[in-house]
């Protein structure tokens, strides 16, 4: 029995742990493959909202870090699942020439990407199709890529058993993580660790509070974030971490050679005019005073930095990085 002690730290209570639209996960150590995808196509996409915010404020830097993890320029074959409402790989992220096919299994984020892709004169193709039952042939791919879709399955051998058939000999798989986890797959998948090895069904988890100003001057409202997971092979790392590490063994277990597996940086400093015009094209508006603005794990901070020059403003990024190469 893993003992925890008494700091923040506290067991996860899986009677309320709720899926993204605020349902109850009935009986999650027995959530089966079955139920994920009903509830993976069905769902609703609202979480997804503040998706484009999130991009369009670092955009520089993350595609610093995009482009630093894996160069696309030359990828002609390659193909995206869990493309999501907004296609921000493709649309932000990839070289405009680039022809990839994009998957996600939710029917209404299909339509979703197709009209929102239209802002930027794309009409990529977009179909519904499943991380483990790819719509694609044998060896038939030279990258297939994901942004903050794994972290939302339950079942990753079988999704990494799909990557595998789908890439030619010497392809790559590469993964963004830039938002936080969906902790619920991840606990899951360390409770199950836990449960095939005779231990604790509680799985420890790290809890920090943090206090956050509202946009009424004054008020302010606190902000609970599950962020770690006592893991048995890492101690408390943050759930981005663990999801790149353990799809790391996953692959590695698979024979594919590991490039990257863990958090990369970027950084991006832009002419405040330009970076307001871009702000304000897709219908957003810088703070006041604001010339730093950074996101990670799905938080956008910003502020004032008085190192950046004037008429300048900084950007930063950072996301869990995994590449990986079929031999």
């Given at each position: 029995m893993i003992e925890l002690k008494p700091t923040?730290?506290?067991?996860y209570d899986f009677s309320k742990m709720k899926h993204h639209d605020g349902g109850k996960v009935e009986n999650p150590?027995?959530?089966?493959?079955?139920?994920?995808?009903?509830y993976a196509a069905n769902g609703s996409i609202s979480y997804q909202n503040g998706y484009p915010s999130f991009s369009i404020h670092t955009l520089r830097a993350s595609r610093n870090v995009v482009r630093e993890a894996f160069d696309f320029s030359s990828v002609r074959n390659g193909a995206e699942f869990g493309c999501g409402a907004y296609g921000r790989l493709y649309n932000y992220f990839l070289p405009r020439n680039s022809g990839w096919r994009q998957f996600d299994i939710n029917q209404k984020a299909v339509l979703s990407n197709r009209k929102y892709s239209r802002k930027f004169l794309r009409s990529p193709a977009v179909a519904v199709g499943s991380l483990y039952e790819?719509?694609?042939?044998?060896?038939?791919?030279?990258?297939?890529?994901?942004?903050?879709?794994?972290?939302?399955?339950?079942?990753?051998?079988?999704?990494?058993?799909?990557?595998?058939?789908?890439?030619?000999?010497?392809?790559?798989?590469?993964?963004?993580?830039d938002l936080q986890p969906a902790e619920m797959p991840l606990l899951l998948t360390e409770a199950r660790k836990r449960v095939d090895r005779g231990l604790a069904k509680d799985v420890p988890c790290e809890v920090y509070s943090e206090v956050?100003?509202?946009?009424?001057?004054?008020?302010?409202?606190?902000?609970?974030?599950?962020?770690?997971?006592?893991?048995?092979?890492?101690?408390?790392v943050r759930l981005g971490e663990y999801l790149t590490r353990h799809m790391a063994r996953l692959f590695a277990n698979r024979g594919f050679s590991v490039?990257?597996?863990?958090?990369?940086?970027?950084?991006?400093?832009?002419?405040?005019?330009?970076?307001?015009?871009?702000?304000?094209?897709?219908?957003?508006?810088?703070?006041?005073n604001a010339n730093r603005f950074e996101s990670a794990y799905g938080k956008l901070d910003y502020g004032h930095d008085e190192s950046v020059s004037?008429?300048?403003?900084?950007?930063?990024?950072?996301?869990?990085?995994?590449?990986?190469?079929k031999t």
């Open positions: 923040r730290r506290e067991n150590l027995d959530f089966d493959l079955e139920a994920e995808l009903d790819m719509p694609l042939g044998d060896s038939s791919v030279d990258v297939i890529a994901g942004l903050s879709s794994w972290d939302s399955i339950l079942f990753f051998e079988g999704a990494a058993d799909e990557v595998q058939r789908c890439l030619v000999p010497g392809g790559w798989f590469v993964h963004y993580q956050v100003e509202c946009d009424i001057p004054g008020l302010y409202m606190i902000d609970e974030n599950i962020v770690s997971i006592d893991s048995l092979e890492f101690g408390l490039h990257t597996a863990g958090e990369v940086r970027g950084e991006y400093i832009e002419n405040s005019i330009s970076f307001n015009l871009r702000l304000m094209r897709h219908g957003y508006r810088a703070p006041e004037k008429g300048r403003v900084r950007q930063s990024s950072a996301m869990d990085v995994l590449v990986v190469q």
